[in-house]
């Protein structure tokens, strides 16, 4: 699933190419998919195109598309077989967006509806301070720490990916509750969190299944530590384990829990 380096890399793409351009007319081919009633809104002028956690919120003039990627989601200038629709606009260039799966979506929300949507959104983690982090962190003293990273309410953007690569270089074993993983340890995985995303948006984020973007692929999967890794930075052989149905990769030398202050 695209992650916040996936979404910013797109978001960023889309911001360059689509705005102030108008929507004259969409063709959808998948209605579960995209939300027929933005049709009743035509013409829509882009006015800017942001990113919160993983959303792609396109703002308009009257009002704002959300599109959601979730696991194969994404916008092409070019057209094939998992084409869910068509964005045609005044200049007479089109867009479309595909869907392999079918399990994103382009919806319509009025800015009051979308205030209330993104209230049940965490904070942005490249804008949360150390402090910040582990006073979210710890208001969940018995969840498994992994998970609570993948938790959008309570911090947006992470996903399976970087989650995983996150508490490898902060040492931290990823079956470790949050009760259990030393001020120090939570202190790293906050650093090498923001490092890792920020390394991520600039290889335009992580290929190895079906996320690519509007220029191609991202370059991340090149420089990933223990995710779908045979063997870790320094030589160790990668472990897989599932924590709530997830298959998570990581070194039980490095990540050994016995160890995680050193």
């Known amino acids: ?9 797109v978001v960023r793409q889309l911001n360059n190419n689509l705005t102030n ?8 081919y998948v209605n579960k998919t995209i939300d027929p009633q933005i049709k009743k809104h035509l013409p829509l002028n882009i006015i ?18 959300v599109t959601q990627l979730r696991m194969t989601g994404y916008f092409s200038y070019q057209e094939d077989k998992f084409k869910v629709a068509t964005i045609h606009f005044k200049d007479n260039t089109t867009i479309y967006h595909h869907s392999i799966r079918k399990f994103g979506s382009i919806k319509y929300y009025t800015k009051e509806q979308l205030n209330q949507y993104l209230k049940r959104i965490g904070p942005e983690p490249l804008n949360t301070s150390p402090q910040q982090f582990y006073k979210l962190i710890q208001k969940h003293p018995n969840a498994n720490l992994k998970n609570k990273l993948l938790d959008q309410s309570l911090i947006a953007g992470i996903g399976n990916i970087y989650a995983q690569e996150a508490m490898y270089y902060a040492k931290i074993h990823p079956s470790t509750q949050v009760k259990d993983a030393p001020i120090n340890n939570l202190i790293q995985l906050h650093k090498y969190m923001q490092k890792i995303l920020t390394q991520a948006i600039k290889n335009k984020g992580t290929s190895i299944e079906n996320y690519s973007h509007l220029e191609g692929t991202g370059n991340f999967q090149n420089l990933l530590a ?4 045979t063997n870790c930075p320094k030589g160790h052989i990668i472990e897989k384990l599932k924590i709530a149905g997830r298959g ?10 016995k160890k995680i202050t050193k």
């Open 48 to 65: 800017s195109i942001t990113r919160r956690g993983k959303l792609i919120i396109i703002n308009t003039s009257k009002g704002h598309l």
């Open 21 to 28: 351009k108008t929507i004259t007319n969409i063709d959808i």
């Open 248 to 257: 998570t990769y990581y070194c039980r030398v490095c990540q050994d829990v």
């Open 226 to 229: 223990v995710y779908k890794q």
């Open 1 to 9: 699933m695209p992650e916040l380096p996936e979404v910013e890399t």
